[in-house]
């Protein structure tokens, strides 16, 4: 039974099994279909029976995959595919697919010359990302270093 034929008859079913709803899958396929029919088309017959996966049970799985961590053997098992290889293989590809089309499409920096009042400018803005790094001076560190050093010998 392919994930798909289950999991397109039930949101419910959809959205435990992958965290998405309908239209969300839908929108994360669209981003993402031309490199997964591209990837689709260039499988080879050494991946098994993955050739023959769709795009939408590729995505299904690797969502599914993502969310709830199940080993490769239990999800080819609940999906009736038998190569727990191509499975891995098709999900690893995937998630570079998604990685690759997603990110771009859902994360953007905020432009330089937006006004220094967020809030009001960013109304369909969900989350913000302040990836800002700022080392540790190195005298700093060391002396970090040496009290953990003296708390431990301290406990000996």
């Avoid at 220094?116 to 270093?145: H, M, W």
């Amino acid at each position: 039974l392919s994930p798909w034929k289950v999991l397109c008859h039930s949101d419910a079913a959809l959205l435990d099994a992958t965290g998405l709803s309908r239209s969300e899958f839908d929108y994360v396929c669209n981003i993402c279909q031309p490199a997964l029919l591209e990837y689709r088309s260039t499988m080879h017959a050494s991946v098994g029976e993955g050739h023959h996966i769709s795009v939408y049970n590729m995505l299904a799985i690797t969502l599914h995959w993502l969310r709830k961590s199940p080993s490769f053997r239990s999800l080819g098992v609940q999906y009736s595919y038998s190569s727990e290889r191509a499975l891995r293989t098709v999900v690893w590809k995937v998630i570079d697919i998604l990685y690759d089309h997603l990110v771009p499409a859902m994360i953007k920096p905020i432009p330089p010359n937006a006004p220094s009042s967020r809030l009001s400018t960013l109304q369909n803005v969900k989350i913000i990302i302040d990836s800002t790094f700022i080392p540790l001076p190195a005298a700093e560190k060391k002396r970090s270093n040496a009290i953990i050093l003296r708390a431990q010998r301290k406990q000996l």
